[in-house]
Structure formats: structure tokens, C-alpha cells
């Protein structure tokens, strides 16, 4: 994978799918004190760069540092984020301070998974796979104010497919995060996220055919039918570094583990080759205008 803010995200992959409404999040609690705040501004921009550490590709046991960026903001109330190769647009306009906020728009994602250097021989030797570009929605709900007054608990489901047809195929992804300031200056957020994918998804990135079995040693596999690939837990922590939260420079810090699942895992490209374990670490600078 050739951006770890796709990691967190995509398969959530993926601190594009994670970072980003977090650095949203803490510029909206991180303000001034209760009974000061001024109205809410409805045209904003944040801009992160940072990198990281992540696994070479879903299922890999290798490591590496991996460079990206991410995009966040609002246009007259309506959200857009960029995370890595992903585009989430929220065609609601949810009431200033609402309790209750609903998000539902069109995702674009491109999906890069093995389309670069692999540096296990064994995986390599199955050959690149196409970059998938994938078209969907994702919907979701937040309710503010559950444990004290500037926390939230959002509960989003997104739906991917591939049109280029490099899967011709789709991911489901539920996730539930549970966000809160620490401080005046400091936002946390932690996300519990998992992916259930078609067979064509699986069979490719998964399967090893015959001819695969003979260039690369490992034995052949075939995925059957759709299911769960993955489950994870994601922790962000964002620290303001200007005193306004909603303007200026912060720091990002972002770490996750997620455990293959299923015949995902017991694929011996997973299985041999690499490992079911994943995890991934990623910290980077924000700027928000």
C-alpha cells in the first residue's frame, strides 16, 4: 500500500478515515469556555501531512514507512474530507451545535492494495494486481453530549465497489467511535471498525491460483463466498498548538491494530507469507483556516 492514511480508512484501511473527523472534532471542543464560544464558522479547511508505519499490504508481516496527507472541510455546513486516495462528501447540513447529527453522502475511493513493490518474493511472484477505483455512499449517525458535554458517539456504515475492474466486487464497513476532549487542547478518539467483503474481493487479493502456486511456493488457495476479512481497534489523539482550536497548527498521533479474520487469515499469503496481525502507527502536523 503505497499511503498509510488509506490504511485506516479503506479497509480503514485507513488515518484518512480516522484522523480526519477527528481534527474536525477537536477544532469544534477544543474552543473557548463554555458561555465564550462564538458562533460555529460553516466554511473551514484543515490541511494534515505526516507519515508513518504500515504493513507493505493487507496481510503482510513487513513494514514501512509510508508518507500521506489528508484534506478536511466545510463549505457553507456541508463536509468534505480527502483521506489518502478517498473522497467523503456529507450532503446534510446538520443545525449548528445539534445533539443529533446525521452524515450520508457519495465516497470515491482509489484502492492501491499490491499495485506497487512487494518486497516478499513469495507475494510478488502472484504478480501486481489493477488499482481499483471504487464508487459508494456511506451513512451515519452522532449523538453529542453522552458522558459529558462536548464528547460523541457516532455509528457510520459505508459501501464500497469496484467499477475499473480490478475485484468487481464490495466492501461493507461498520464502525463505532466514541470521541471526547481531554482538555482544553487535546481530543481523543477511539474507533472499533470491521470489514466484510464480496468473494471477488477476496479472490483477488487472497486467492493463489495454480500458476501462482508454481512461481511463488505457496500452496493453492481459493476464498468461496463473501465475508468478514477483518475487525480492528484505531486510538487518535490531536493536541492544539495555537490555543484556538479551530485555527492554526496541531499534532496528530495515530495507532490501530486490526486481526484478519476467517478464510482471509488462513489464506497462505496471510498465513505464510505475512501474518494476521496487523497493526500501524502514523503522526504527522495540521494547519486549520
Do not use: C, W
Request: aromatic share 8%.
Amino acid at each position: 500500500m503505497s499511503n498509510i492514511l488509506h490504511f485506516v480508512r479503506a479497509p480503514l484501511a485507513m488515518i484518512a478515515a480516522l484522523a480526519l473527523p477527528g481534527v474536525a472534532a477537536a477544532q469544534t471542543v477544543a474552543g473557548p469556555p463554555q458561555g465564550a464560544a462564538p458562533p460555529p464558522d460553516r466554511n473551514s479547511l484543515t490541511i494534515g501531512l505526516g507519515g508513518g508505519i504500515g504493513p507493505d499490504y493487507e496481510g503482510s508481516n513487513e513494514t514501512s514507512f509510508q508518507p500521506g496527507g489528508v484534506v478536511q472541510g466545510q463549505v457553507d455546513g456541508f463536509d468534505f474530507q480527502v483521506r489518502g486516495t478517498n473522497l467523503y462528501v456529507d450532503l446534510l447540513r446538520d443545525a449548528p451545535r445539534a445533539r443529533t447529527a446525521l452524515t450520508l453522502g457519495p465516497v470515491v475511493q482509489v484502492r492501491l492494495e499490491r499495485t506497487g513493490k512487494i518486497r516478499d518474493p513469495r507475494v510478488a511472484a502472484l504478480g501486481d494486481r489493477k488499482t481499483a477505483v471504487e464508487l459508494g455512499a456511506y451513512a451515519g449517525v452522532s449523538q453529542r453530549g453522552v458522558l459529558n458535554r462536548y464528547d460523541s458517539v457516532n455509528v457510520e456504515l459505508a459501501f464500497l465497489h469496484d467499477v475499473a475492474g480490478a475485484h468487481r466486487s464490495f466492501l461493507l464497513t461498520p464502525s463505532v467511535s466514541y470521541s471526547t476532549p481531554l482538555s482544553r487542547r487535546t481530543f481523543a478518539r477511539a474507533i472499533v471498525s470491521a470489514d466484510y467483503v464480496g468473494e471477488g474481493y477476496g479472490r483477488t487479493y487472497f486467492d493463489v491460483t495454480a500458476a501462482g502456486a508454481a512461481a511463488s511456493g505457496l500452496a493453492p488457495y481459493a476464498v468461496s463466498g463473501s465475508g468478514f476479512k477483518s475487525a480492528g481497534l484505531t486510538g487518535l489523539v490531536v493536541q492544539d498548538l495555537g490555543g484556538d482550536g479551530r485555527k492554526g497548527l496541531g499534532l496528530f498521533a495515530l495507532a490501530g491494530y486490526k486481526r484478519m479474520l476467517g478464510q482471509y487469515a488462513d489464506s497462505p499469503i496471510v498465513r505464510d507469507a505475512g501474518s494476521a496481525n496487523q497493526g500501524f502507527a502514523v503522526a504527522g502536523l495540521t494547519y486549520s483556516f
